[in-house]
């Protein structure tokens, strides 16, 4: 089955500790993004990626680290959170940038205590 | 700047009835893609259409359509026949042809009354 898959779901965490949200996707799409959702502002691009060892930030990445060594792989590292980093984190995914649909993963909701 | 506006937070809609969520735009790039997204209560998010910039007739999927007014920079979703599976949160988004930036609006909730 076609899909992206993020681990964990969801985490609690405290200030300052060190973590990684994993996203993979299985359709070898070249693209890649990591987005946050906050009520009231929608969704808002973290990094993206265009293909291996190629990414850039998007609206909001203060915070954040990517990186994309594999193909299919594209974590998000979060290396000293904040609580202002309590969000819903969606990982996505697409074959092209034109009009092919990003497909998303679950969803990872993160609080930062 | 790049922007996606939608101006109504909530709606509610009579199950059967049609139901139109705006979604304005503004962007000086002539080539992007304009796509609607549902995410449920469950959280998912869930492709409903989308819209080229140069495309010259709107899109329809099923019981989506999407009204497009390139001039007014305008990309309103219009569901027919809503259903009670209709309630959900609607994302207007916006994507950059040959960028790789997409930029979402804050979202319309939509409630279907029985």
């Known amino acids: 089955e076609a899909q992206v898959t993020q681990n964990p779901r969801y985490l609690i965490t405290v200030t300052g500790k060190k973590l990684t949200v994993t996203c993979s996707q299985n359709?070898?799409?070249?693209?890649m993004s990591w987005y946050r959702q906050d009520p009231g502002l929608g969704l808002r691009q973290i990094y993206y990626?265009?293909?291996?060892?190629?990414?850039d930030k998007g609206d909001v990445p203060e915070g954040y680290k990517v990186s994309r060594k594999e193909k299919r792989n594209f974590p998000l590292i979060l290396e000293s959170p904040s609580p202002n980093q309590t969000s819903l984190y969606f990982c996505?995914?697409?074959?092209?940038?034109?009009?092919?649909?990003?497909?998303f993963g679950p969803g990872t909701r993160l609080l930062v205590l | 700047a790049q922007k996606i506006t939608q101006t109504q937070p909530g709606m509610f809609v009579q199950e059967k009835e049609a139901v139109t969520l705006d979604c304005t735009y503004d962007t000086s790039d002539p080539s992007y893609g304009l796509f609607w997204y549902k995410q449920p209560s469950s959280g998912e998010m869930i492709f409903l259409i989308y819209q080229g910039s140069y495309d010259q007739q709107n899109a329809t999927e099923g019981r989506y359509s999407l009204n497009f007014q390139k001039a007014r920079k305008s990309a309103n979703l219009v569901i027919s026949a809503s259903q009670l599976g209709d309630s959900a949160m609607y994302f207007c988004a916006m994507r950059f042809t040959g960028g790789f930036k997409t930029i979402f609006g804050a979202g319309t909730r939509l409630f279907v009354k029985a």
């Open positions: 359709m070898n799409h070249e693209y």
């Open positions: 990626s265009m293909n291996v060892e190629v990414t």
């Open positions: 996505a995914s697409s074959l092209g940038t034109g009009k092919e649909t990003q497909y």
